[in-house]
């Protein structure tokens, strides 16, 4: 069997809708896009952490994003296993290593070695050798259509993560949350942050935002689906709006 036949197996989503997300099995891979998936954590206060993967257009390599949970670490050991190639993990931002299932050198040996991606400013007691995410000229991101903006975050150690696939996705991380799938809106707001400064920081990064995306994908709550450019621009003017 094709390695695409298998991964094809994957329980696919017949509707792009938080409802089947929030249905779904925890730390099992969902289809929702064209090579595009979403891996649920286990629910806490703030709701389930999100994890994402996006397969090359050669179905074979796979880059992973903030997948580093407990709870996923059997469905990452199975596509190894199962032939797949993890080209990386990519961490979006600091308090995504605090659900960490182990040390890092332990991740990438169960991801088949993958190397891992984080900000240069994240704060990590371990001694593994994280690759700078925000490096310029990366041929690997490259071939996936990625682009990476640095963010300040809370206190920095921040990106956004920007697919130009499926006519655009970003993945925002910390840096917007979707609305708790319990709740009726389906709208996107900054984290609370704790200074001033990186408030405003946040505010006008988001500002000077460009880039066209169909999809958002963020680390806690509902994604957006099919999104057109009024959508697009009434998410950016939120996220940049400073309220005093």
Same mark, same amino acid.
């Given at each position: 069997?094709?390695?695409?036949?298998?991964?094809?197996?994957?329980?696919?989503?017949?509707?792009?809708?938080?409802?089947?997300?929030?249905?779904?099995?925890?730390?099992?891979?969902?289809?929702?896009?064209?090579?595009?998936?979403?891996?649920?954590?286990?629910?806490?206060?703030? =709701?389930?952490?999100?994890? *994402? $993967?996006?397969?090359?257009?050669?179905? +074979? /390599?796979?880059?992973? @994003?903030?997948? #580093?949970?407990?709870?996923?670490?059997?469905?990452?050991?199975?596509?190894?296993?199962?032939?797949?190639?993890?080209?990386?993990?990519?961490?979006?931002?600091?308090?995504?290593?605090?659900?960490?299932?182990?040390?890092?050198?332990?991740?990438?040996?169960?991801? =088949?070695?993958?190397?891992? *991606? $984080?900000?240069?400013?994240?704060?990590? +007691? /371990?001694?593994?050798? @994280?690759?700078? #995410?925000?490096?310029?000229?990366?041929?690997?991101?490259?071939?996936?259509?990625?682009?990476?903006?640095?963010?300040?975050?809370?206190?920095?150690?921040?990106?956004?993560?920007?697919?130009?696939?499926?006519?655009?996705?970003?993945?925002?991380?910390?840096?917007?949350?979707?609305?708790?799938?319990?709740?009726?809106?389906?709208?996107?707001?900054?984290?609370?942050?704790?200074?001033?400064?990186?408030?405003?920081?946040?505010?006008?990064?988001?500002?000077?935002?460009?880039?066209?995306?169909?999809?958002?994908?963020?680390?806690?709550?509902?994604?957006?689906?099919?999104?057109?450019?009024?959508?697009?621009?009434?998410?950016?003017?939120?996220?940049?709006?400073?309220?005093?």
């Amino acid at each position: 069997m094709k390695i695409v036949d298998k991964i094809d197996k994957l329980e696919e989503l017949d509707s792009q809708t938080p409802e089947f997300i929030a249905q779904g099995e925890t730390g099992k891979f969902l289809k929702l896009i064209p090579d595009t998936f979403i891996i649920k954590g286990v629910t806490g206060k703030d =709701g389930f952490n999100q994890g *994402y $993967a996006i397969r090359h257009l050669n179905q +074979k /390599d796979i880059i992973l @994003i903030d997948v #580093i949970e407990k709870a996923t670490k059997e469905a990452v050991k199975k596509w190894v296993a199962d032939g797949y190639n993890i080209k990386a993990i990519l961490i979006s931002n600091t308090s995504v290593f605090k659900n960490a299932y182990a040390d890092l050198k332990t991740i990438s040996k169960d991801a =088949g070695g993958a190397p891992i *991606y $984080a900000h240069p400013m994240t704060t990590v +007691k /371990d001694d593994f050798n @994280i690759k700078d #995410i925000t490096a310029k000229k990366n041929e690997l991101f490259k071939s996936f259509g990625l682009t990476i903006y640095n963010l300040p975050g809370n206190g920095g150690g921040s990106v956004l993560i920007y697919s130009d696939i499926n006519e655009g996705m970003l993945f925002t991380g910390e840096d917007a949350l979707g609305s708790p799938y319990e709740s009726e809106l389906n709208e996107f707001t900054r984290p609370q942050m704790k200074s001033k400064n990186d408030e405003y920081g946040l505010a006008q990064s988001w500002s000077e935002f460009e880039q066209p995306f169909s999809y958002l994908f963020p680390l806690r709550g509902k994604p957006g689906f099919n999104l057109e450019e009024e959508d697009q621009s009434a998410i950016l003017n939120k996220l940049s709006r400073i309220q005093e």
